[in-house]
Nanobody
Framework: QVQLVESGGGLVQAGGSLRLSCAAS????????MAWFRQVPGQEREFVAA????????YYADSVKGRFTISRDNARITAYLQMNGLKPEDTAVYYC??????????????WGQGTQVTVSS
């Protein structure tokens, strides 16, 4: 099994930046794709960004394209989400996900516990 631990959430003013981290442990050799999702209470979980674990490419939701960047550190087995130009509508719980399938399949077996991001206007 793979375990994921997220960190880096918090409160930031509109226009500010945050970087989320997702540290993976366990059977990490099985990871093919890492992704970030977010969820607002009462709404469905929303795709934010995804990356093939061992090589590009990366994919982004239109709502975050140009502002957010997904990256990875293979040596640390950690994925990151750099969020710049944050807007109040980015407020949500952000979840890291890992999958054994290629990134375009969009299937994830493991989820982190979530980290709250709050953007004040």
């Amino acid at each position: 099994q793979v375990q994921l631990v997220e960190s880096g959430g918090g409160l930031v003013q509109a226009g500010g930046s945050l970087r989320l981290s997702c540290a993976a442990s366990g059977r990490t050799f099985s990871i093919a794709t890492m992704a970030w999702f977010r969820q607002v209470p009462g709404q469905e979980r929303e795709f934010v960004a995804a990356s093939s674990w061992r090589y590009g490419p990366t994919y982004y939701a239109d709502s975050v394209k140009g502002r957010f960047t997904i990256s990875r550190d293979n040596a640390r087995i950690t994925a990151y989400l750099q969020m710049n130009g944050l807007k109040p509508e980015d407020t949500a719980v952000y979840y890291c996900a890992a999958g054994s399938a290629p990134v375009l399949v969009g299937r994830y077996e493991t989820w982190g516990q979530g980290t709250q991001v709050t953007v004040s206007s």
